[in-house]
């Protein structure tokens, strides 16, 4: 899709806190929107260490149903929720995207940390 930087006030209203909405083709600012998936495949990203977001409540759309298309290529992601953005509820999207994946997830400051086991750590922890 195509994305412009959003003139509504959102928290603060100070620069760091601006959202991106979609838009027309020709709409004045537009810029092209690119999936994570898509992003990976045209690098040839294989595998992504740490994936950080901190993407003012577009992490609705990023943890929405199409994350599975790319989420086994993540080892560890550092991301803010927002549960009050114009994408809805990022922090209930985000743990929906989350249950069922073999991450261990925690907490530090405004960040959700989510770790998967490294390979060797989930072989030893099988059953012999």
Known sequence: CHLRISDAP?????????QVVECAVGDPGALRGVGLRELLDEHGIGRVSLLK???????VVLF???????LDRVDAIAIELHADSMFGDGFAVFHAAMRGQPFALSTSGE??????????AVAAAAPR
Do not use: V
């Not at 977001?53 to 992490?59: L, S």
């Not at 960040?111 to 060797?120: D, E, G, M, N």
């Open 53 to 59: 977001c901190d993407i003012e409540g577009a992490e």
């Open 64 to 70: 929405g149903p199409s994350c599975h298309a790319w």
């Open 10 to 18: 959102y928290r603060d209203n100070l620069e760091w806190s601006r």
């Open 111 to 120: 960040f959700t940390l989510c770790r998967r086991p490294s390979s060797a």
